[in-house]
């Protein structure tokens, strides 16, 4: 059978069976599967050759869904998920008996949230009506590598695998966003960033009228997070100013449109803003790794709003390569 579709009938027939299906978010591409099937999540950390004590994000319908997966919120996370869901929010909070350790890692919290793209709605709604309560989908690349935003990463990294076992991929086009959503932890007075991603600081703050835990957006503080995430095969390199770096041969350069690409550098991007540069990154590094260039010199955006998020990702991406030059 064709791996890839666009029919959400077909991809929800798949999950309802038993099988796993990639679908598409507004965040990144998610490798899914019916959150209490344990021997389908099972499949999930076989086919991303993932470690299994790191947790997964539950995907969910509506906000009553998510509802059945948390103990208790605060009252300012409710309130974050309500202007925030459908979108690029995850909150992470103490788990109810649906939460299986299976899919939190062992841990008493667990992770939730509702994507905004059409197609995954859809998708969640069609199978909540036959009973399905979530989906966990971690981002569909092989583990360590860069998160999909098209359909054909998906194939890329798992292609072989999925088609092998029968399994779909839900071709809805690229992510908008094109990194990771936003991880909240939301079991104390206040929120605390894991993972910064498309929504920021001053949003999070404006709208639960609470500061954000001093310190908590940056480094990676989610647990189970490794080094080793997000990663293409080249070298990546943050620079400050391209027009005094010493480009190494056979490179590459995403920056700004405004920043000139130096001679005998392959230009891999040059998005307008900071939301492009987000959407672009990904499927740059990945073009990187396509034309075999070595290194991947990354000129970040401004780092405020989506920019942390992407100094964060590039910052792990580089991290590896400095950490562990093999
Ligand atoms: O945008 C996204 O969040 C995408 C799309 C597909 O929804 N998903 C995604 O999943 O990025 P994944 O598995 O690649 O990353 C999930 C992150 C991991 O770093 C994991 O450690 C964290 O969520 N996480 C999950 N459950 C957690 C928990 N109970 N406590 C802390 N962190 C948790
Ligand atoms: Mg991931």
Not at 193 to 220: F, Y
Not at 277 to 286: C, K, N, V
Request: glycine residues 8%.
């Amino acid at each position: 059978m064709t791996v890839v579709t666009s029919d959400i009938a077909a991809a929800a027939q798949l999950l309802a069976s038993g099988h796993l299906c990639a679908i598409p978010t507004e965040t990144v591409y998610g490798l899914a599967a019916d959150a209490s099937s344990s021997t389908a999540v099972a499949r999930i950390f076989e086919a991303k050759n993932r470690p299994q004590d790191h947790p997964l994000i539950v995907h969910v319908a509506d906000y009553e869904s998510a509802l059945l997966w948390f103990d208790a919120l605060p009252v300012w996370a409710q309130e974050l998920a309500r202007s925030c869901w459908p979108g690029p929010l995850t909150l992470v909070g103490n788990r109810t008996q649906l939460a299986t350790d299976q899919i939190t890692g062992g841990q008493h919290t667990v992770a939730v949230r509702i994507p905004a793209h059409p197609m995954a709605r859809a998708l969640l709604v069609e199978l909540k009506q036959v009973g399905v309560q979530g989906l966990v989908a971690p981002s569909a690349n092989r583990f360590g590598h860069v998160s999909p935003t098209t359909a054909e990463h998906v194939v890329a990294d798992l292609g072989a695998y999925l088609a092998q076992h029968g399994d779909g991929i839900l071709d809805g086009g690229p992510s908008e966003i094109g990194i990771e959503s936003t991880i909240v932890l939301a079991t104390g007075s206040s929120p605390r960033i894991l993972r910064p991603g498309a929504i920021g600081t001053e949003l999070i703050e404006s709208i639960t009228g609470i500061s954000v835990d001093a310190g908590s957006e940056g480094a990676p503080r989610v647990s189970g997070a490794l080094a080793s995430h997000y990663s293409p095969d080249a070298q990546v390199i943050v620079i400050a100013d391209p027009a005094h770096e010493d480009f190494q041969a056979n490179s590459g350069l995403i920056a700004l449109i405004d920043i000139p690409t130096p001679a005998g550098v392959t230009r891999l991007a040059s998005p307008a803003d900071s939301n492009d540069f987000a959407s672009q990154l990904y499927e740059a590094m990945r073009q990187g790794d396509q034309l075999n260039l070595h290194q991947i010199y990354v000129a970040l955006p401004t780092r405020s709003g989506i920019g942390v998020a992407i100094a964060d990702r590039v910052a792990k991406a580089a991290f590896v390569q400095t950490q562990e030059p093999s």
